[in-house]
């Protein structure tokens, strides 16, 4: 028993072990003389002097939640619509097959592919970036939910019917709560997709965001400035990640967890 | 007549996970050749009971000794059936029940005589070349079975291998395991929920008590084969068991 | 007393075309099911049995023949009919109570109103006390348990089972099979319960209509009322029509 214990505690430290020794190789490698890496203390102090000095008169918070924004948005509206659709395409055959070859035309083509003709027609501003976050978003969505909606098992929709539920009752009693884990699957991947089209289109045209700040420091060799965006960049993610993990707990009681 | 030598001892087995004690105090001796069947309640501890006796998981006390030492895969031979059947997909039924005896590194010979010796008691003949994935579910049991014997393990030990088909099924896959048993000889280790299957099969039958289950009684059961499951004898026997763990 | 029929179906057949040809699952089938008798459908492996459950249920539609309910045709999904699948059939997302209640949901009663039926059929199966439980908590013998419920919920005239018991292990099977007759005398109602367990057929059945492996046809109907209730599995008369249905039985070695 002590002995579990022991183990238990050992493996809860590894992440925290991982990460310490990546900062000290970090460190090292950093630390020689021709180093084109900054050394962690660089990058501290750099973050130090943007909290004195803000780019763009806008606060790090700030430059957070501008690319937060721009994700969580257009995350949103991918999710609306991928969901619909994968679940139009997925449950419904005249629908899929008028819709879903087009959509396998559309899918492989990259969301910063789109970064032009969006730049074309909805300017610099917000919408472009929104636009081509929910570009990138609705593949991986609408993927998942279709998925999701063709291996329901059919004796799940068959019970239902012979219990008298009429076609609306089966999509929302039925086809939505067995797709739930895909379609939240699919979230987790358009997330990760969202956060690399926000900052590649910041990286083009934008004025606040993490990766404005990133093209900021590239500008002037600032390198120490890349880098603490970046670190940014990952923690934000993986806390959204985590976050919504935390959603599917709650969303999915019913999924057996597998430790 | 000679006694036959003990092929299976089990010592004071005891087992718990935690708190929660499955096996207590088990004692009982299985002979070279026989065939045992073990029967309980549902839900008193079966499957950690095999698991016990090939050391797929390590006692809690007591031991398990086969020929005399510790029971262990490595040193003995041990072959294990499931309720799925756990044919290789990928090889031929011929692949299939050859390739224990391969894995053991048995001259060609030897492999080449005991594949051809289980087809033939099983009825495969015509099955030889074809992948278990083209075959029912119970041809494929048959070829998970014959591999199991070809390799002449030490004990064989099969966990309600019949449990979900039918009864007529079940009675030709009985007589079938019965037949290969004769043939090979090989002391067999057979559980089951299934009381009727249980008599019909066995030379003996233990029947476990519900967690923390030990031995409550055996039962010899000396019926020629094959068994008339009506015949009064019969009746007799699987009523007394039925009484020993009926929990419904 | 007059033997109403409460079922009829006359001269069905299923055929199901596949790519390159067809096959036949169903030859032809007809019969005659008594009301509230505790009628079995019995054959190997694979015969169409399910087929034919389906067929009845409105789920699938036969190539020919006609199904009556109360002397009058019918197709379709009807809600007089209740099914009750094998274990996988209840919804994983739904706790037990929600399951049971799932029928009155669809018809548009309130919550209160369902949540009664619903815990009125979890008494009725005993599993008062799980009704907050999800699926996956449960034992195979208690998932079956709320299939019942859930049938039973709906307050059908006629009561289709599709080898509810095929998952368990033979006791629990036992347990299960006096369980079943217990809720049948509790509230009568027609039940027709397909197997391929000769023993349970026998153990249930008023009566026990044989069927042929594919494709599918009658091969003998059984009348099994003269055999008392409650019914004992080694009694001699129960082991001599076990014997005699077994040796009419087609073997499959599915």
């Known amino acids: 028993m002590k002995g579990r214990k022991r183990k238990d505690i050992l493996l809860n430290l590894l992440p925290l072990v991982s990460i310490l020794l990546f900062i000290l190789a970090w460190l090292v490698v950093s630390g020689g003389e021709s180093s084109l890496i900054p050394t962690p203390t660089a990058v501290f102090e750099r973050y ?63 969301a910063l592919a789109w970064i032009p003709l969006m730049t074309l027609w909805l300017g610099i501003g917000e919408t472009s970036k929104v636009a081509l976050v929910f570009l990138g978003t609705i593949m991986p969505i609408t993927v998942n939910t279709y998925t999701g909606v063709r291996l329901i098992p059919k004796i799940n929709i068959d019970a239902a019917r012979v219990f008298g539920a009429n076609n609306v009752q089966i999509i929302t009693d039925i086809v939505l709560p067995s797709s739930l884990s895909a379609i939240i699957a699919g979230v987790k991947t358009a997330l990760g997709t969202a956060w690399m089209v926000v900052l590649a289109a910041e990286m083009i045209s934008a004025k606040t965001g993490l990766g404005f700040m990133i093209i900021r420091g590239t500008d002037v060799l600032d390198l120490p400035l890349v880098i603490f965006a970046m670190i940014l960049i990952g923690v934000i993610g993986a806390c959204i990640s985590s976050l919504l993990t935390i959603v599917e707990r709650k969303l999915c009681p019913w999924k057996s967890e597998i430790n | 007549m000679n006694k036959s030598k003990i092929k299976v001892q089990v010592n004071d087995l005891c087992k718990s996970f935690g708190d929660l004690r499955v096996l207590q105090d088990c004692n009982f001796t299985v002979e070279d050749g026989e065939f045992l069947c073990v029967v309980g309640p549902t839900g008193c501890g079966k499957t950690t009971f095999l698991n016990l006796l090939c050391n797929l998981i390590e006692p809690t006390s007591g031991e398990v000794l086969i020929d005399g030492e510790r029971a262990s895969p490595q040193k003995h031979n041990l072959s294990f059936i499931f309720q799925e059947p756990s044919a290789f997909p990928w090889l031929t039924v011929e692949q299939n029940i050859e390739y224990g005896l391969k894995a053991k590194n048995h001259d060609k010979i030897y492999i080449k005589s005991q594949v051809n010796k289980v087809i033939e008691i099983m009825g495969l003949q015509e099955y030889r070349h074809s992948f278990p994935g083209e075959m029912s579910t119970s041809a494929e049991q048959k070829i998970v079975i014959g591999r199991a014997f070809a390799m002449n393990p030490d004990l064989l030990l099969m966990d309600e291998p019949y449990g979900q088909m039918d009864i007529k099924t079940r009675f030709y896959l009985e007589d079938e395991v019965v037949r290969i048993w004769k043939e090979f000889k090989r002391t067999v280790i057979f559980i089951t929920h299934n009381i009727e299957e249980a008599v019909y099969l066995a030379e003996r039958v233990l029947v476990l008590t519900d967690k923390p289950a030990h031995i409550k009684e055996e039962i010899l059961i000396n019926l020629p084969r094959p068994r008339d499951v009506t015949a009064p004898e019969f009746i007799g026997i699987r009523n007394h068991i039925t009484e020993l763990i009926k929990w419904w | 007393m007059e033997i109403r029929n409460k079922l009829e179906l006359r001269n069905i057949s299923k055929i199901f075309l596949t790519r390159k040809s067809y096959s036949v699952a169903i030859q032809q089938v007809d019969l005659e099911v008594r009301e509230n008798e505790f009628l079995v459908l019995l054959g190997p492996g694979q015969c169409g049995k399910t087929v034919l459950l ?201």
């Open chain 1, 48 to 110: 130090l002097k943007l909290l004195e000095k803000p780019i763009s008169k806008t606060s790090i918070p700030g430059h957070i939640w501008a690319s937060l924004k721009r994700v969580l948005l257009g995350l949103l509206y991918g999710s609306v619509f991928g969901i619909s659709f994968g679940l139009l395409i997925g449950w419904n055959k005249t629908c899929n097959r008028i819709f879903k070859p087009l959509f396998e035309l559309i899918r492989p083509i990259p």
């Open chain 3, 54 to 254: 389906n067929i009845v249920a409105g789920l699938l539609e036969q190539t020919t023949g006609e199904i009556c309910i109360d002397g009058a045709p019918y197709s379709g999904l009807n809600n007089q009919i209740g099914f009750i699948f094998q274990s996988i059939g209840i919804m994983p997302w739904l706790t037990v109570r929600d399951n049971v209640a799932i029928g009155p949901k669809f018809a548009g009663k309130n919550k209160k109103e369902r949540y009664e039926i619903a815990q009125k059929n979890i008494d009725l199966v005993r599993l008062t006390g799980f009704e907050k439980h999800f699926p996956r908590q449960l034992s195979g013998g208690m998932k079956q348990r709320v299939g019942i419920a859930r049938a039973y919920a709906n307050n059908p005239e006629i009561l289709l089972m599709d080898e509810p018991f095929g998952q368990l292990d033979a006791q629990t099977r036992y347990a299960m099979q006096d369980e079943i007759l217990r809720i049948w005398n509790e509230n009568k109602r027609t039940v027709i319960f397909v197997t391929n367990n000769i023993e349970e057929a026998v153990y249930l059945g008023d009566r026990i209509v044989l069927f042929s492996s594919r494709p599918m046809q009658v091969k003998g109907v059984y009348d099994l009322t003269s055999l008392e209730r409650p019914r004992d599995y080694t009694d001699e008369d129960f082991l001599e029509i076990r014997q005699k249905i077994s040796d009419n039985m087609d073997l499959v070695l599915e």
